[in-house]
């Protein structure tokens, strides 16, 4: 219970900074909402299985410990290679360890809030760990966000075009369109004279660029694929043999469509977004929904268990959060 009311205690905060004079009927639709999408996953999960077919799958995950080993490893080596990413773009002399528990308390936050403002708390904790102002925090915070964009993005048009979808000219159209825009976006006289934005604006290009942004990129993209085998071990204790690749594409559809949601952790967007992309590769849907929840709980499970243990490493306080939330601190 404790749980649920800190997330609506953190959604009232994030919408009362993006608009001070949020009304109570826009928190209230809010709320139905995401109410209404948890009835939705719920309902759909009921009358696929009973509770003794729930307690079968998980049974099965819990009764295959080196696949569990497996699936620990590939998604804590995914962010420790996002985290030495973060800290190559800020700042190489800081220890690793500071963008490792930004990212689990971000990873926390994500899994306990109604919205993904995660990333309000990573960027804090790096603020408070480097005495960096909030606005090059969030900055950075910011740029790791567009590169995890890029490469899921990139993963998944050239996936689609590999598995010969329907739609693969339309993912090509959109990403060069993209691509485009933010060209002359970039080159347009209105940014230039923003001071701030052009300030990052030049970092994050002069960056990208250099050899270190080449090797950003790469520890990005090694590090979506590495989180990919949270899906694949699944994959292979359900017995259902897709390759590896395939989970690449699946992982990234499914991240992608992540970017916005309105229930911890993504509940209900995750399961349809990632059953449907398996059952675009030829699985059954009652089988692609299990391999859904049998992934999305694993990381639920990984996110408490590592936020645990980055509160022990690095606590922060209840306040400090709210305090980022409304920016009333480092800025």
């Known amino acids: 219970m404790r749980i ?5 205690e953190i959604m009232y905060a994030v919408g009362k900074e993006f608009d001070p004079n949020m009304k109570l009927k826009s928190r209230f639709i809010i709320r139905i909402l995401a109410l209404l999408w948890l009835v939705i996953f719920i309902a759909i999960t009921w009358a696929w299985f009973d509770k003794q077919e729930l307690a079968q799958l ?57 919205l993904k403002v995660g990333d309000l708390v990573r960027t804090g904790v790096l603020m408070k760990a480097t ?21 899921l993005g990139l993963f998944a048009g050239v996936g689609t075009v590999w598995f010969g979808l329907e739609a693969s000219w339309l993912w090509i159209f959109l990403l060069l369109f993209g691509v485009i825009v933010a060209g002359f976006g970039y080159k347009m006289i209105g940014i230039k004279r923003l001071p701030f934005l052009q300030k990052h604006l030049s970092y994050l290009n002069a960056t990208l ?7 950003i990129l790469a520890l990005v993209a090694v590090s979506w694929i590495c989180e990919a085998g ?14 590896f690749i395939s989970m690449i594409w699946v992982n990234s559809i499914t991240i992608a469509g992540q970017v916005f949601h309105i229930t911890p952790g993504a509940i209900g967007t995750y399961e349809s977004t990632l059953s449907g992309s398996l059952v675009v590769l030829g699985i059954d849907w009652k089988d692609a929904y299990a391999a859904a929840i049998l992934s999305h709980g694993f990381k639920f499970i990984f996110s408490y268990s590592l936020g645990l243990y980055s509160f022990i490493r690095m606590p922060i306080k209840w306040n400090e959060i709210k305090l980022w939330f409304t920016h009333k601190k480092g800025v």
């Open 4 to 8: 649920i009311l800190n997330g609506i």
């Open 58 to 114: 998980w049974h099965k995950l819990a009764m295959q410990p080196y696949w569990l080993l497996f699936m620990f490893f590939m998604y804590l080596t995914s962010f420790i290679l996002k985290a030495e990413a973060w800290r190559r773009y800020v700042e190489p002399r800081e220890p690793l360890r500071v963008y490792f528990h930004g990212l689990i308390y971000s990873l926390l936050v994500n899994h306990l809030s109604p």
């Open 131 to 151: 005495g960096k102002t909030w606005d090059d925090a969030l900055h950075s915070v910011a740029a790791m966000r567009l590169l995890d964009l890029f490469i």
């Open 209 to 215: 660029i250099s050899s270190k942004g080449r090797s």
């Open 230 to 243: 949270v899906i694949y071990g699944v994959i292979q204790i359900l017995k259902l043999h897709l390759p």
